[in-house]
């Protein structure tokens, strides 16, 4: 599985911006789907994940009530919508994979494959 995410940039505090990560292969749409983000000289975090239909997702407390997962399985592709941005959201944002559904999710080490990460710059 190959995932090539998209959508980062530069934004304002308070302002929003739309991820996407387009997965290739069809069988993309059978695995748990996530993001993660790292801050320099930080740990690759995780930030919200995704059931392979969609019906359960889950945020790290920090982003919720802000940022909200989804895909879409007839495109291969899942979303992170990014609302009321902060800078301390600044960071690389990856998207991830996991065609077994390791652990919780919410660790690095549960996720098999990883994309190329987008830039986002929330200034203040």
């Known amino acids: 599985v190959q995932l090539q995410a998209s959508g980062g940039g530069l934004v304002q505090a308070g302002g929003s911006l739309r991820l996407s990560c387009a997965a290739s292969?069809?069988?993309?749409?059978?695995?748990?789907m996530g993001w993660f983000r790292q801050a320099p000289g930080k740990e690759r975090e995780f930030v919200a994940a995704?059931?392979?239909?969609?019906?359960?997702?889950y945020y790290a407390d920090f982003v919720k009530g802000r940022f909200t997962i989804s895909r879409d399985n007839a495109k291969n592709t899942v979303y992170l919508q990014m609302n009321s941005l902060k800078p301390e959201d600044t960071a690389v944002y990856y998207c991830?994979?996991?065609?077994?559904?390791?652990?919780?999710?919410?660790?690095?080490?549960?996720?098999?494959?990883w994309g190329q990460g987008t830039q986002v710059t929330v200034s203040s």
């Open positions: 292969g069809r069988t993309a749409r059978t695995y748990r």
């Open positions: 995704s059931s392979r239909d969609g019906s359960s997702t």
């Open positions: 991830a994979a996991d065609p077994v559904y390791k652990g919780s999710g919410r660790l690095r080490d549960d996720w098999d494959y």
